[in-house]
């Protein structure tokens, strides 16, 4: 986990938006926001962006963490209710894997348990080691 964690580290977007992983095995993955200001949209709720990158976080982990490289394919995401402060947690559970493909649901909690938000992800799993297996 830590070299997941020194990786996401490089990514100035990720380390600038505030975003924790917490958690990360093969076909999961867990990330938090703590909700800023910045975070927030003009109706002062938390931009869908903020959340869809939050969701594509944990699930990037999740579908990297097998040690083979795996890039976004299609995802689509739902948002169910606001949220406008407080922390969020997104958790990536795998769906179905295969040797070139898998799927993956997210949700993002708040400090309720409340879904914020859906996300469901596929990946296309290349032939390529990274240097991140959890295995």
Known sequence: ????????????????????????????????????????????????GALFTLADIAFGAAINAHGNVAVLINANMSFVKAATKGTLIAEAKETSISPKIATYNVDITDDNGDIIAIYQGMCYRKKITNDFSCD
Do not use: C, W
């Open 1 to 48: 986990m830590e070299d997941f964690k020194n990786y996401f580290k490089k990514d100035n977007f990720i380390a600038n938006v505030g975003i924790e992983l917490l958690e990360i095995s093969p076909g999961y993955a867990k990330a938090k926001l703590e909700i800023e200001e910045r975070h927030l949209n003009a109706l002062k709720t938390v931009q869908g």
